[in-house]
């Protein structure tokens, strides 16, 4: 196995009754895109999710940022629930879709910060405002260090502003990153969506797995522990994580999964 972790770790997977997956997409199953709006589908991870889900002692469930018509384009899979913009759209395993959010309550806040948030980026290079509908995200991965942190913090300020004019301030939360903000519902959360998803669809003698790369995953991986599952941080080298395991990159969570599917799992 690929999969570093204590022997203890591993034997509870391979001794599990049931698994249940939360895993994330980006720099988890498949390589990070050219940009958020970047949709290329990738066989190999379509091909063995698709064989993943035809497993009776296994559930799958895709949390990721992106909205959810970005994560039914990457994964046209049946009998997976798949969430987008962290959990706030979900689209059950049997077509269900379920928006947990009111859009109307929401999106006239969005509608305040995107046009200055435009004018704050017009001209620079490395800058690329992603707009989710539930969600707006200010990326700035190409940008120079200096000019990335001055700028994401005036958009920090611009959000602020928005938010506390809003009827429901709390409705809504700011995540920050390296070269990174994001301004959304504060159901928006991969952790809240994780005890939702557990709540709502019970598996008894499931043993829960969350597989993710960065700080949105790490909200969840404290849920799974209190839940009495297990959490993997994909990281090409020892980072700062409460994660039980580690793995360094989307390939070696692909042949992980893979591996899954000859374990002998209990049922």
């Not at 498949?30 to 063995?48: M, N, S």
């Not at 698709?50 to 039914?72: F, K, M, N, W, Y």
């Amino acid at each position: 196995m690929t999969l570093r972790a204590p022997e203890t770790v591993i034997l509870r997977i391979q001794e599990a009754e049931r698994l249940q997956l939360f895993l994330d997409y980006d720099g988890t199953l498949a390589d990070f895109a050219p940009t958020p709006e970047h949709v290329e589908p990738d066989p190999r991870v379509i091909t063995l999710i698709t064989t993943i889900a035809r497993q009776p002692s296994i559930r799958t469930v895709v949390i990721s940022g992106r909205r959810l018509d970005h994560v039914e384009a990457l994964l046209p899979v049946s009998g997976v629930l798949l969430a987008g913009t962290y959990g706030i759209q979900l689209r059950l395993p049997d077509g269900e879709r379920i928006d947990r959010v009111s859009y109307e309550k929401i999106r006239p806040v969005l509608e305040a910060i995107k046009p200055r948030w435009k004018a704050l980026i017009a001209d620079r290079e490395g800058f690329f405002l992603e707009d989710k509908d539930w969600a707006l995200a200010l990326h700035a991965r190409y940008a120079a260090d200096e000019e990335a942190d001055k700028i994401i913090e005036d958009a920090r300020e611009i959000a602020a502003v928005s938010i506390a004019l809003a009827v429901d301030p709390e409705a809504f939360r700011v995540l920050g990153g390296h070269k990174f903000l994001e301004v959304g519902p504060a159901l928006a959360h991969k952790g809240k969506t994780v005890d939702y998803l557990l709540d709502r669809f019970p598996w008894p003698g499931a043993l829960a797995i969350y597989v993710g790369d960065d700080d949105k995953d790490e909200e969840a991986f404290s849920v799974i522990h209190a839940r009495g599952g297990l959490a993997i941080r994909v990281c090409e080298a020892p980072c700062d994580t409460v994660a039980d395991g580690r793995m360094e990159s989307p390939q070696e969570v692909r042949r992980w999964l893979r591996s899954l599917l000859k374990l002998e799992i209990q049922t």
